[in-house]
């Protein structure tokens, strides 16, 4: 598994490796906050970014995308959103969250809003993202 990671920056890999065992299955996070991280290590299309912003679901599939071209993992999950308390608009407000999964090369995306403050809007970005990517594993044909 990869993880690329921009409002919860690292959560999920934290997550992920404080299980015992994980080495034997997480393979990389990429904590990709900035917009040019995004397209330094992901390979995300600037053009992308600035035609949907970074908060989007078409940046949540490349992301997704990207973890696997730059990693060996055979699964990736990717979030992207506004954590807040500032940084919210009309149509991206505080707690707006793009996930995007790669599951055998099948690309998914969701969109989410969570309230809460940072901290809670971050938490439950992690255990959205994890849950998902379970059930979409589990569900994913051989």
Same mark, same amino acid.
């Given at each position: 598994?990869? +993880?690329?990671?921009?409002?919860?920056?690292?959560?999920?890999?934290?997550?992920?490796?404080?299980?015992?065992?994980?080495?034997?299955?997480?393979?990389?996070?990429?904590?990709?906050?900035?917009?040019?991280?995004?397209?330094?290590?992901?390979?995300?299309?600037?053009?992308?970014?600035?035609?949907?912003?970074?908060?989007?679901?078409?940046?949540?599939?490349?992301? +997704? +995308?990207?973890?696997? *071209?730059?990693?060996?993992?055979?699964?990736?999950?990717?979030?992207?959103?506004?954590?807040?308390?500032?940084?919210?608009?009309?149509?991206?407000?505080?707690?707006?969250?793009?996930?995007?999964?790669?599951?055998?090369?099948?690309?998914?995306?969701? *969109?989410?809003?969570?309230?809460?403050?940072?901290?809670?809007? *971050?938490? +439950?970005?992690?255990?959205?993202?994890?849950?998902?990517? *379970?059930?979409?594993?589990?569900?994913?044909?051989?």
């Amino acid at each position: 598994m990869a +993880a690329a990671e921009s409002c919860t920056g690292g959560l999920i890999a934290g997550a992920c490796t404080d299980l015992a065992g994980s080495s034997g299955w997480f393979e990389r996070g990429f904590v990709t906050y900035s917009n040019e991280a995004k397209s330094e290590m992901l390979g995300v299309d600037p053009a992308l970014i600035a035609t949907h912003g970074a908060v989007s679901e078409p940046v949540a599939r490349a992301m +997704a +995308a990207g973890a696997l *071209r730059h990693s060996n993992a055979q699964v990736s999950v990717a979030v992207t959103g506004v954590a807040g308390p500032t940084g919210g608009s009309v149509e991206k407000p505080v707690g707006t969250v793009w996930f995007g999964w790669s599951i055998r090369g099948i690309l998914t995306s969701e *969109r989410k809003l969570f309230d809460g403050d940072r901290a809670a809007i *971050r938490q +439950a970005t992690v255990r959205h993202a994890l849950r998902r990517l *379970r059930d979409l594993v589990a569900a994913a044909p051989d």
